[in-house]
C-alpha cells in the first residue's frame, strides 16, 4: 500500500517473485470510468472506489490457499477493511517515503495515467497502519531490490 510513485508495483513484483506466488497490480482492476477521472487530474470518491476494491478483495480471497502479492494504495482504514472484509488474511506492506521523493520518482516515470498533482491529495488522504492492523511500514529510501528484502524481512517478523 501507498501512494502513487511510492514503488508498489516494482516492490511487489520483487515480493512476488521472491515469495513464489502470483502478483496483481490494483491498477489493473480499475473500471475505464476511473482511469479517465483520474487521468483527468480528477481524484476518485469513496463511490468509484467501492467495486474496484471489491474486485482486489475477490482476487486476494481467490490467491488466499497459496498467497499472492497485489500491490493497491489502500490510503485509508476503511478501503483496507473493505479489501479485509473478503476473508483472505492480509499483511498491509505500507511502502513509506517523503513527498518530496515520491515527487521526484513521479517526474521520472513514463506511461502511468496517474498525474503528478494529484500526489498531494493522496498524501492529504493517507491514513497510515494503526497499531491493531497487521501490517509494517517499509521505508523506499534505496534501490528497488533494498525495499523488497525490507519488505520481506518485514514479513518475515
Not at 476511473?34 to 471489491?54: C, F, H, Q, V, Y
Request: proline fraction near 6%.
Amino acid at each position: 500500500m501507498g501512494v502513487s510513485g511510492s514503488g508498489k508495483t516494482t516492490v511487489g513484483e520483487r515480493v512476488a517473485g521472491r515469495l513464489g506466488v502470483p502478483y496483481a497490480d490494483a491498477d489493473a482492476f480499475h473500471p475505464p470510468a476511473n482511469i479517465r477521472k483520474m487521468s483527468a487530474g480528477t481524484p476518485l470518491d469513496d463511490e468509484d472506489r467501492r467495486p474496484w476494491l471489491d474486485a482486489i478483495a475477490s482476487w486476494l480471497a481467490e490467491q488466499a490457499p497459496h498467497g499472492g502479492v497485489v500491490s493497491c494504495s489502500a490510503l485509508r482504514r476503511r478501503y483496507r477493511d473493505r479489501l479485509r472484509a473478503g476473508g483472505a488474511p492480509l499483511f498491509f506492506l505500507h511502502l513509506d517515503g517523503s513527498e518530496e521523493l515520491i515527487a521526484r520518482r513521479m517526474e521520472a516515470r513514463t506511461g502511468h495515467f496517474m498525474p503528478r498533482t494529484l500526489l498531494r491529495s493522496q498524501f492529504e488522504t493517507l491514513e497510515p497502519l494503526e497499531a491493531d492492523e497487521h501490517g509494517a511500514a517499509v521505508s523506499v529510501e534505496g534501490a528497488p531490490e533494498e525495499v523488497a528484502e525490507r519488505a520481506l524481512e518485514a514479513l518475515a517478523r
